[in-house]
């Protein structure tokens, strides 16, 4: 499910099965990185949404965490450990965040949820179809990660 109208309604009548939580996570700015940082905001949205697909009726994939990369580490850390505490609040048993923000991995110890980091692929001179085939192939990786942590607990 996404966060849309249509899910989000059927969220509510299907709460007690959907256990999981998605937030990407993108970084924003417009010195030197923001090429980068674009190339993650046009890979990760691409991953979750296809991970979602793939899990759809037990996890929920949310808008993403988006945030300046000139924020103090401090002030992105407490925001998202933020929304994860509130999340678990909802009932949410797991959430992970997905990333190819290399912030993330520093500070990994000090989130209240499970990180995914991922290398981003830059995209903007792919075809289609090999696009297409990268994504799978991250997604394919994905699944095994979700699955295997959701064993654990």
Same mark, same amino acid.
Do not use: C
């Given at each position: 499910?996404?966060?849309?109208?249509?899910?989000?309604?059927?969220?509510? =009548? &299907?709460? /007690?099965?959907?256990?999981?939580?998605?937030? $990407?996570?993108? #970084?924003?700015?417009?010195?030197?990185?923001?090429?980068? &940082?674009?190339? =993650?905001?046009?890979?990760? #949205?691409?991953?979750?949404?296809?991970?979602? /697909? =793939?899990? *759809?009726?037990?996890?929920?994939?949310?808008? $993403?965490?988006? @945030?300046?990369?000139?924020?103090?580490?401090?002030? *992105?850390? %407490?925001?998202?450990?933020? !929304?994860?505490? %509130?999340?678990?609040?909802?009932?949410?048993?797991?959430?992970?965040?997905?990333?190819?923000?290399?912030?993330?991995?520093?500070? +990994?110890? +000090?989130?209240?949820? +499970?990180?995914? !980091?991922? #290398?981003?692929?830059?995209? +903007?001179?792919?075809?289609? /179809? @090999?696009?297409? *085939?990268?994504?799978?192939?991250?997604?394919?990786?994905?699944?095994?990660?979700?699955?295997?942590?959701? =064993?654990?607990?």
């Amino acid at each position: 499910m996404i966060w849309n109208t249509k899910d989000i309604l059927l969220y509510f =009548q &299907e709460k /007690k099965y959907i256990d999981t939580a998605v937030i $990407p996570l993108l #970084p924003v700015s417009f010195g030197e990185d923001a090429k980068q &940082e674009a190339d =993650q905001a046009e890979f990760i #949205p691409l991953v979750t949404a296809l991970l979602e /697909k =793939q899990f *759809k009726g037990r996890m929920l994939l949310l808008p $993403p965490y988006t @945030y300046f990369s000139t924020e103090s580490d401090e002030q *992105k850390k %407490n925001r998202l450990n933020e !929304w994860t505490t %509130n999340l678990k609040d909802q009932g949410f048993t797991h959430v992970f965040l997905v990333t190819s923000d290399s912030f993330w991995r520093l500070a +990994e110890d +000090e989130m209240a949820s +499970e990180l995914i !980091w991922l #290398p981003s692929i830059p995209m +903007e001179h792919m075809d289609g /179809k @090999y696009k297409q *085939k990268m994504i799978e192939d991250q997604v394919s990786q994905l699944l095994k990660i979700v699955v295997g942590k959701w =064993q654990k607990n």
